[in-house]
């Protein structure tokens, strides 16, 4: 802390240097920030899991944790490559498993050490060093009210003639925009440039993040936005309505897997690995379903409410490997670039 206790006047020097040092060693304590935890604006907004999280981990560590905020998964880890070795982070929360490889590429990342047998997600998902907290289904939302016309599959939407209009999110900067890059890639394969020609007639706007583009759903200004099957659930038990519903398409839905991973410099750090165990229980998993609207990665302490029995199982769960993704994604975005920039 700085000091801005001053005095012009010799008389008061010493008071004034007492006084600096009580403020000091008093403000010490609360200053200190234990544990870094960078993740993504929504999970620490003030209606996200964030502050839930925080403040039962800090009753369980007795110590201050800072989350820092940047807009999205992706943007994460474009964050984490420009900070290098010289990123404050601890904790890495909020990336997805298209992702991990990449991660890791960075020499930032260190295996965790953890048992890990609590968590449950679907497929083999199995890593030394990131540690799954939830899971949900990319999906497209469909606001009921606006008349439109359901599509039944992927391919029929990318057909539609209808003249509907979609918000999706940037595969640069989001982990939903990805997540729709690589959705479309399993089912048009080397089709996919031309089915990105189809469907960019149907975009409203391309947002940098999820936050900007479903607040831009939810004020009316398109029918249909990339989101996730898990979101209904938030309109039934905070609003009461089930207006907004998660199309089931039959060629399948990409599983999104998000996790949280432990950086070399908070190897030294203890907490660290004591938050990384702290996720997996209920003290962090209570806060999932109604807070993140995802399915939580491991137990809760009490069933989740039944809006969540209500949403559409996929037919299939369409999922590339992260090495995949990782040889291939630049590739794949400049393929959608050239498409949606024309």
């Known amino acids: ?12 020097f010493c008071a004034s240097l007492l006084l600096a040092a009580m403020a000091l060693g008093s403000a010490q304590p609360a200053q200190a920030q234990d ?6 604006d929504s999970f620490t907004s003030e209606w996200g899991p964030g502050p839930q999280v925080e403040k039962a981990f800090e009753q369980a560590c007795k110590c201050d944790v800072q989350f820092v905020s940047i807009a999205d998964g992706v943007a994460l880890l474009n964050r984490l490559r420009l900070e290098g070795e010289g990123s404050k982070a601890d904790i890495v929360l909020g990336l997805d498993t298209n992702l991990t490889h990449e991660a890791k590429a960075t020499g930032l990342f260190a295996p965790h050490g953890l048992d890990t047998s609590r968590i449950k997600v679907p497929g083999e998902f199995s ?11 990319f999906a497209f939302i469909l606001n009921k009210d606006s008349g439109i016309t359901p599509p039944e599959s992927l391919r029929a939407l990318v057909d539609d003639q209808s003249g509907l209009k979609v918000v999706i999110m940037d595969p640069r900067t989001s982990t939903p925009g990805l997540g729709l890059l690589l959705w479309v890639k399993a ?15 149907k975009v409203l706007t391309v947002t940098p993040g999820w936050s900007e583009g479903y607040g831009l759903f939810t004020k009316g200004e398109a029918p249909m936005v990339l989101s996730y099957s898990t979101s209904p659930a938030y309109h039934v038990i905070e609003e009461g309505t089930d207006k907004y519903v998660a ?13 949280a991973g432990l ?19 209920p003290g962090f998993q209570d806060a999932i379903p109604q807070t993140n609207w995802m399915f939580p990665a491991a137990e809760t302490s009490k069933p989740l409410h039944e809006a969540f029995n209500t949403l559409i199982d996929p037919a299939k769960t369409l999922l590339f490997t992260p090495e995949e993704v990782a040889e291939k994604r630049r590739a794949w975005v400049d393929e959608w670039l050239a498409v949606m920039s024309r």
């Not at 802390?1 to 008061?12: N, P």
């Not at 544990?35 to 993504?40: E, H, N, P, R």
């Not at 950086?263 to 229980?281: C, D, H, Y």
């Open 187 to 201: 089912v048009y394969g080397d089709e996919a440039a031309a089915a990105w020609e189809k469907l960019r007639d």
């Open 263 to 281: 950086t070399k410099k908070g190897v030294e750090n203890p907490l660290a690995k004591q938050f990384l165990e702290f996720m997996q229980g």
């Open 127 to 137: 890593d030394d060093t990131f540690i799954p907290y939830d899971y949900s289904y």
């Open 247 to 259: 199309l089931p398409f039959s060629e399948g839905h990409y599983l999104q897997i998000e996790v």
């Open 1 to 12: 802390m700085t000091d801005l206790l001053s005095s012009h006047h010799r008389g008061f």
């Open 35 to 40: 544990l870094t935890v960078y993740t993504y």
